[in-house]
Structure formats: C-alpha cells, structure tokens
C-alpha cells in the first residue's frame, strides 16, 4: 500500500494539533544540519515573523545540504519532547529565540523525501496552496450537498 500524498501545510501551521503520523508536506530554507543526530532545521518568514521546522532526515542520508538553500519536503508528523538541537551557532540561536514559543512539545517532520528546489518561487508556490485549498474545500462542500 503506498502513504498517502500529504497535504500541504505552511511552515507557520506546522504545530502540535497535527495528529501524529499525518503525512505532510512543508518547505523552507535550510538553516542548519547535524549529520550525526540526523536533525535539519528548516526556516520560513511569514509576515515579519521567523518560523522554523524540525526535520528528522534518517531516512533521506546521506544528502547534500546546502545551507540556505530552498528545500520541500515530505514526510510524517512525530511530535517529540524537547527542541532540535542548535548547535549554539548564534544567528541559529536568535532565529530560534525570536521565532519559538515554548509549547512543550515541538512538531518534528521525519522526512520520507527531502528535495533542494533552490530558484523555485515561494510565493508563487504559497498562491498554488491556497488555491488547492480552495478547490478541495469547493470539491468538499459539493460532495457533501450531493450526499443530502
């Protein structure tokens, strides 16, 4: 049986209230790697906000990271205890520190595939899921007024 296709979600909606194990897809700019805890944090600005999201990459190594660089990713929704490790890089430490509330639990995206799409346009792609949005949303909504 294959895993589902996974839904899109911002950077900025990636939270806690994903269920568990929920295919999904992300993207963002390659931030920080750490081969040996198999940990990627990917970076995403929203508004004037910095967002971040923890990817596990045991089953996308080895790859060629490229820091600072656009990436998509796909995988599965783990939420973990604790944060990504940091490294204590500074301009890391302040992206996080200006961009993370505390919550306890952090999302972690265990990455199934994890692709350097470096040039492609965001906001043309962040126009593209909103409209997807709209369509399953009108196709929904369609669906449930034929079933009644």
């Given amino acids: 049986m294959l895993p589902s296709a996974g839904v899109y979600y911002f950077p900025w909606e990636i939270n806690s209230s994903i269920p568990e194990g929920e295919a999904l897809r992300t993207f963002g700019r390659l931030c920080h790697y750490d081969l040996a805890r198999s940990e990627a944090v990917l970076t995403a600005q929203h508004s004037s906000a910095q967002y971040r999201v923890c990817v596990d990459t045991k089953f996308v190594e080895p790859f060629q990271a490229q820091l600072g660089s656009c990436y998509l990713v796909l995988g599965e929704a783990e939420h973990r205890e604790g944060k990504c490790s940091r490294n204590q890089h500074p301009l890391l430490l302040f992206m996080v520190i200006s961009s993370f ?7 972690v995206v265990k990455a199934r595939i994890l692709t350097c799409v470096e040039g492609m346009n965001v906001p043309l792609l962040e126009q593209a899921i909103q409209e997807q949005r709209k369509y399953f949303s009108a196709r ?9």
Avoid at 101 to 107: C, I, L, R, S, T
């Fill in 101 to 107: 509330v505390e919550h306890g639990e952090d999302p």
């Fill in 140 to 148: 929904q909504e369609q669906m449930g007024n034929s079933m009644s």
